[in-house]
Structures are given as C-alpha cells and as structure tokens.
C-alpha cells in the first residue's frame, strides 16, 4: 500500500529531536522554528513529558468515558488555574477540527439556532462543520458547503451586527489571531465589541485558540490580550506537545446533558498524561512569560530590509510578511541554513518557535535569515 499523496513534502527525514532541535536521518542539526505546526510547546522530547507518559503507558493506557477518570479532571484543574477561566467546563476531544465541530454544535444546541458567523481569511479545521466556517473553497467538499455560515471581514463589526440582524444566527467563530490565514490580528477594540455585540443578542462567541493558545503568544490565550471572556474557547495544538488532543472549554452559562456530546478516545489517559504534564512545565517554567518575552526580542532583532514589507504577530507567533514570494528563500532557510520554519500564503513566513526558544536560539534565526536576504 501506498500513502493517500495529500502532503507537499520536503525531502527531509527526522529522526530525533531534542528542545529546540531536531535532526535527519544523516545527523544533520535543524533549529525548529515552526515546533510542527505550532504543536511542539515545551521543546522536543522534554524530559518530565516524556517521563509522565512512559509512567502512564506502564499504568494504565486506555479506558473508555463510562468510568470516572481522575487524569481529566486534574486536566480540567490546571487549564483553569494557567488560563484563568476556573468556572468553565472541559469537554475532550482529539484534534482541532474536532474541537471546533462541538463547540459549533454545542452553540445551536444552546441557540436553537443553525447560522454561524465566521472571517475571511479563518482556517477551523477540515471536517464536516469546521471546514464549513473555514474561508478556502479549495478543501470545502460540497456536502460542506451548503451549510448555513456567513462570512465577514475582519475587524469590521457592523458586517457582524448586519450578519446576525437575521435572528437566526446560533454563533460568531473567530481564531485568537489567525493562523493559516496569515498572522492576522483581530483588533482589541473590535473584540471588545464583539464580545458585547454577541453578548446583548444571545449569539454564542467561540474563540478557536487551536493555534493561537496555550502561551504561544505571551497569554495563556490571545484573546485575554484584549481582555474579553468568550462563550467557548477551543484548544488542541500546543496543548499536549504533540500527542493528539482537542478541548472544548466552555463557559457556565452552558448546560451539560447526558449524552449531548461523546467520543471513544477523547480525554483518554495516556492525552491526559501527556496534557497534564504539558501545563505543568509550561507553569515551572514560566513558558507564558517566556513567550512573550522571547518574542518581542524576536520582533526587535528583525533586520531592517526592504525586502520585509510587515511583521505582524504577539509573543511567538509571528508572521514576516515579504514584498516578494518567499518559497526560495524557505527552501534556503531549510536545506543550507537548517531552520525550519511555517509559511503563509505566497509571501509570508510564519514563525511558531516552541515556548522553550532562547534568545541564543532567536540569534541563530536571525543571523540565517540575514544571510538568506
Ligand atoms: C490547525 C487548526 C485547526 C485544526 O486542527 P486539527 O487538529 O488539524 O484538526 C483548527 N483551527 C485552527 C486555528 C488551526 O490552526
């Protein structure tokens, strides 16, 4: 058998990694600067990680939801504690789109209602209701598209009043700073507004921190910068370091009935372990701060070229929008410099350098780009 031939590949072949690095098959060294697709959050292989989940795979490895089990609940606790939202409630899942699709169900559940609003420009996930509120016709099947979603700009609030004036709007979805869509920033104000728009209309307000959450940008989530409590706040990425995970945080003004929602694998123990361990090293070592920290080093050291047209982002999340194409300038950075690094759209390079980067790390980027101009 042969693999499903969906991914463009680079012809490079990772054997280990360690903290910021990574290495191929020839033991060749890479600074990783994209962590694999903003999932690596406490660095490759970070020994506590690693060490609670061999302890938990010798323990117990797997039951089903029909049983209590302590590890989510402890998983509850702390991502209430590191994020502030105490008084939400945790729902698991094992991945993004996931995530995204119970919280939308969970929105026309709550409404009665089937439209969501959602941005140009958003990425949610691929299946069948996430990637009916992501803006890139190309991965929208039709059985996806003929869902009830309306999108409008960014950061232009009467298009939301004007969207949801309808009445039959169940929820607005919007990513912390969109990712995928390239680094866009939703202003604070606009938040602001949304928050209170959605609030005074009973229109349920999902913030997708699936990329944007858990510390990468300098707050637990990017959406505290602009100080707004959400509805539903989704999370998978960073969360567990790479062990497949999706949650669904959700505000008190939700009602949990039996059976509503469910998954098989969802908050299994070895997720929870490896979760869990996660929050706790990004507590130890005050990784949030860190991001913030380390990224506006990151944005302060970027060389003053022409060729860069805008840098955009918070924390570790940052997008270096160039006033050409930049797939040679990546291949350069990747094969002769051996950084890797994400990109956006045709001219953007999108940086999600695990929480743990050094500022030593932050030089060696710098410098290879440098080089690369
Ligand atoms: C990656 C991503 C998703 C989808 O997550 P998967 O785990 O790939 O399903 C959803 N929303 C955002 C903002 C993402 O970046």
């Known amino acids: 058998m042969e693999l499903f031939d969906v991914y463009s590949?680079?012809?490079?072949?990772?054997?280990?990694?360690?903290?910021?690095?990574?290495?191929?098959?020839?033991?060749?060294?890479?600074?990783?600067?994209?962590?694999?697709?903003?999932?690596?959050?406490?660095?490759?292989?970070?020994?506590?990680?690693?060490?609670?989940?061999?302890?938990?795979?010798?323990?117990?490895?797997?039951?089903?939801?029909?049983?209590?089990?302590?590890?989510?609940?402890?998983?509850?606790?702390?991502l209430g504690k590191l994020s502030g939202l105490e008084d939400y409630s945790l729902f698991l899942v094992n991945s993004g789109a996931e995530a995204n699709e119970n919280a939308i169900k969970l929105a026309s559940f709550h409404t009665g209602k089937d439209r969501i609003v959602a941005f140009r420009g958003s990425f949610h996930g691929r299946t069948s209701a996430a990637v009916a509120v992501t803006d890139n016709p190309k991965i929208v099947a039709p059985f996806n598209a003929n869902q009830k979603v309306t999108f409008v700009d960014l950061n232009d609030i009467e298009a939301v009043k004007a969207a949801i004036a309808g009445g039959d709007v169940a929820g607005v979805i919007i990513e912390g700073i969109q990712g995928v869509g390239g680094i866009r920033l939703p202003e604070d104000g606009f938040l602001r507004e949304l928050r209170r728009v959605t609030a005074e209309s009973g229109v349920v307000l999902i913030l997708d921190e699936v990329q944007s959450g858990c510390g990468r940008?300098?707050?637990?989530?990017?959406?505290?910068?602009?100080?707004?409590?959400?509805?539903?706040?989704?999370?998978?990425?960073?969360?567990?370091?790479?062990?497949?995970?999706?949650?669904?945080?959700?505000?008190?003004?939700?009602?949990?009935?039996?059976?509503?929602?469910?998954?098989?694998?969802?908050?299994?123990?070895?997720?929870?372990?490896?979760?869990?361990?996660?929050?706790?090293?990004?507590?130890?070592?005050?990784?949030?701060?860190?991001?913030?920290?380390?990224?506006?080093?990151?944005?302060?050291?970027?060389?003053?070229?022409p060729k860069i047209r805008e840098v955009r982002g918070r924390g570790l999340m940052v997008g270096i929008e160039f006033t050409e194409p930049i797939a040679e300038l990546r291949k350069r950075l990747l094969f002769e410099k051996h950084v890797f690094t994400g990109v956006s759209g045709k001219n953007m390079i999108r940086l999600l350098a695990p929480l743990t980067t050094s500022k030593e790390d932050v030089d060696i980027f710098i410098k290879a780009l440098e080089e690369c101009l």
Not at 248 to 270: C, Q
Request: charged content about 15%; glycine content about 10%.
């Open 217 to 305: 940008t300098g707050r637990y989530f990017a959406h505290q910068w602009a100080g707004i409590e959400p509805d539903i706040v989704t999370v998978a990425k960073g969360i567990a370091n790479g062990f497949p995970i999706g949650g669904v945080l959700i505000s008190p003004m939700f009602e949990a009935t039996k059976g509503m929602l469910g998954s098989t694998f969802g908050g299994n123990y070895l997720a929870m372990s490896a979760a869990i361990a996660v929050c706790d090293i990004i507590e130890k070592e005050h990784l949030v701060a860190r991001a913030a920290e380390v990224g506006d080093y990151l944005r302060a050291s970027l060389p003053d070229s």
């Open 9 to 78: 590949l680079y012809d490079v072949t990772l054997t280990r990694g360690q903290g910021t690095r990574v290495w191929d098959d020839h033991g060749q060294e890479y600074l990783d600067f994209y962590a694999g697709h903003a999932v690596i959050s406490v660095g490759h292989c970070h020994p506590d990680y690693v060490a609670a989940v061999t302890k938990q795979l010798n323990t117990i490895g797997f039951y089903s939801n029909s049983v209590v089990n302590p590890l989510q609940i402890s998983l509850a606790h702390k």
